[in-house]
């Protein structure tokens, strides 16, 4: 599969990008660089090779979920201009 100016100028409208007549000779080499690249990697051969998450097979730590900090409500909420039964007021700002 190889790209045009034609279709490097589209997809540059869609993306809301501009660009310039000299920049479309190396832009449009660039993209069929590129796509060249995804067909050699999807004629690389793959049965019998099982989808993996991670390549190292690695496996995210997970801690207990455990209470670290004290309730701070009062003391945070002094401060505050209204405040009602735990609750911030503010403002009405939609009718």
Do not use: C, H, K, W
Request: proline share 7%.
């Amino acid at each position: 599969m190889s790209v045009s100016g034609d279709t490097i100028r589209e997809i540059a409208q869609l993306a809301r990008l501009r660009v310039e007549d000299n920049e479309l000779p190396a832009m449009t080499r660039s993209f069929n660089t590129i796509l060249d690249l995804f067909e050699q990697l999807q004629a690389a051969p793959n049965d019998g090779v099982e989808p993996m998450a991670n390549p190292l097979d690695a496996s995210q730590p997970l801690r207990d979920d455990l209470v670290t900090e004290s309730n701070q409500r009062e003391a945070l909420q002094a401060v505050a201009p209204l405040t009602e039964d735990g609750l911030y007021l503010v403002p009405r700002v939609v009718d």
